[in-house]
């Protein structure tokens, strides 16, 4: 599974994000859970939500329908650009 995943990424989130960056990592897969930590201009900016829960998300269920949730484990306070 995890292979796969790292196969979609590197084939279509990678390249988005990097426009901005961005990086993101893929830590582990438990329950039906992506649990994903994202890098560089992704970590701490305002839009990485929307990037998280209607890009990466909404793309990780469509292709992987055992996929129910796409978990952030990224500690926005510390990045580039902290919004919370």
């Not at 292979?3 to 329950?31: C, Y």
């Not at 992506?34 to 970590?43: A, I, M, N, P, Y």
Request: include cysteine.
């Amino acid at each position: 599974m995890i292979h796969n995943l790292e196969k979609l990424f590197n084939e279509q989130v990678r390249p988005a994000l990097a426009q901005h960056g961005g990086n993101v990592e893929i830590i582990d897969v438990d329950n039906g859970k992506l649990f994903v930590r994202l890098h560089g201009g992704c970590q701490g900016c305002s839009s990485s939500k929307a990037t998280l829960k209607g890009g990466i998300e909404t793309l990780v269920k469509s292709t992987f329908p055992e996929i129910t949730e796409v978990v952030d484990l990224t500690d926005h306070a510390t990045g580039d650009n902290p919004y919370m």
